[in-house]
């Protein structure tokens, strides 16, 4: 397997034009996955607010949610470099705020760096975490978390907000981050922007100019129904592989023919059930009640009978 990457070695990739690969993943059996195919980093994508956890945007993920997962995924892929994502309200409060979260995410996460979105709003921010030893990716372009300032989920930098884009290019590289994210920009300002910053720029819906990509595990992978951004190509149709497999499964129950005899556990014989006692049952015990009580009627007249309760009512 390849060496566990860091921000020196992802800088020089940059620095060699060879391209940085990231996807999501958001639990144990995802992450190894990831690592097993050879990505070089993975992104605990507060995305998983949307596609596992079914909300319609990021803004409702939380950062216990978020430890919660980045843990699962540092374990399945012990061996690449993890960055957390930084939920909405986790660090747009103050800076301190946002070095207290973030240090949360390394310490009880264990992953390898944060994400954070926002540009020159976010530059003290970014110097903060970073000053506190903290590696930050930042993300910038659309913003998920804040798409209702954008508008919706539309494409940032187009005429003159191209100047936007490559102002918040430049903030968050002076602030220290080892990395950005460009999302939905328009392919050539992406690969001018990323020729002028010095540290690799990872693309998603930016072309392929950038220097390295970013997609969502289920968009790669079939995973995402109906959803079908642009800029997302669909590497395997794992959803109907899912839903297949799951309908065959279905089927063999209905029909008995599973579990099959190569499923089922052996080591008990014919003889082995016949010898079996039948278990004393409720009827059984009532009836034994019934038999002392009569044999005491007989022995002792009126003994066996209560005072308030006839015979039916002990036989409910
Ligand atoms: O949350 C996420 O998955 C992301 C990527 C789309 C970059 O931020």
Same mark, same amino acid.
């Given at each position: 397997m390849a060496k566990k990457k860091n921000v020196l070695t992802l800088q020089e990739m940059k620095n060699n034009g060879e391209k940085i690969t990231m996807i999501t993943a958001y639990d144990y059996p995802m992450a190894s996955f990831a690592e097993q195919a050879g990505v070089d980093t993975i992104l605990v994508g507060d995305s998983l607010q949307m596609v596992?956890? %079914? #909300? #319609?945007? @990021?803004? %409702? +993920? @939380?950062l216990d949610t978020m430890i919660h997962h980045t843990k699962a995924v540092v374990k399945g892929a012990p061996g690449t470099f993890v960055i957390g994502d930084m939920p909405f309200g986790s660090y747009h409060v103050s800076p301190e705020q946002a070095v207290a979260s973030a240090v949360r995410f390394m310490k009880e996460g264990r992953c390898d760096a944060v994400k954070m979105e926002g540009g020159v709003n976010m530059e003290d921010t970014i110097r903060a975490i970073t000053s506190a030893g903290i590696p930050v990716c930042a993300h910038i372009g659309l913003t998920p978390q804040t798409t209702a300032m954008l508008g919706g989920h539309k494409v940032q930098g187009r005429g003159e907000a191209a100047q936007k884009v490559l102002d918040d290019a430049l903030a968050v590289e002076r602030a220290g981050a080892f990395m950005v994210v460009f999302e939905c920009v328009p392919g050539v300002l992406a690969e001018h922007i990323s020729k002028i910053l010095t540290i690799p720029v990872i693309g998603i819906g930016a072309g +392929? %100019? @950038? #220097?390295g990509q970013v997609l969502v595990f289920h968009d790669v992978l079939g995973l995402s129904g109906d959803f079908k951004a642009k800029f997302v190509k669909k590497f395997r149709d794992l959803g109907t592989e899912a839903t297949e497999g799951i309908a065959d499964y279905i089927k063999e129950v209905k029909e008995g023919t599973f579990p099959a005899e190569e499923n089922t556990f052996g080591g008990v014989t014919e003889e082995d059930i016949s010898s079996l006692k039948e278990p004393i049952g409720l009827d059984d015990i009532k009836g034994g009640f019934r038999t002392i009580r009569d044999g005491l009627k007989n022995l002792v007249p009126g003994a066996g009978r209560d005072q308030n309760n006839s015979d039916e009512d002990h036989d409910k």
């Open positions: 596992v956890l %079914g #909300d #319609d945007s @990021t803004v %409702g +993920a @939380t +392929a %100019g @950038t #220097d």
